[in-house]
């Protein structure tokens, strides 16, 4: 069965940096993303990448900032956050999907629990 599990997320200073790991069994899909949920707001698309072909994709509000990657060997989709930002603070998921296009999140099928991202002033 497909389980996405997420882990890396903790409490960074502003500036700082997390790297994000996104632990992939099942089959494997064609996207996967990164999505986040701060409290009182709706999920936003982070960024995304084929698994295929590793292009990425990414919000303006983090394009510069984070990087999305993936290891084929080891089955794991990595969000690495360089300048973290408070407004950068929130839930963070692991999605994919066989669907798109990447930018619409209805097209994702699959979760991950998420896993929080808090970053002080």
């Known amino acids: 069965q497909v389980q996405l599990v997420e882990s890396g997320g903790g409490l960074v200073q502003a500036g700082g940096s997390l790297r994000l790991s996104c632990a992939a069994s099942g089959r494997t899909f064609s996207m996967y993303a990164w999505v986040r949920q701060a409290p009182r707001k709706e999920r936003e698309f982070v960024a995304a990448i084929s698994w295929s072909g590793g292009n990425t994709y990414y919000a303006p509000s983090v394009k510069g900032r984070f990087s999305i990657s993936r290891d084929k060997a080891e089955n794991t989709v990595y969000l690495q956050m360089n300048s973290l930002k408070p407004e950068d603070t929130a839930v963070y998921y692991c999605?994919?999907?066989?669907?798109?296009?990447?930018?619409?999140?209805?097209?994702?099928?699959?979760w991950g629990q998420g896993t929080q991202v808090t970053v002080s002033s």
């Open positions: 999605a994919a999907s066989n669907s798109g296009p990447y930018y619409r999140l209805s097209e994702y099928n699959y």
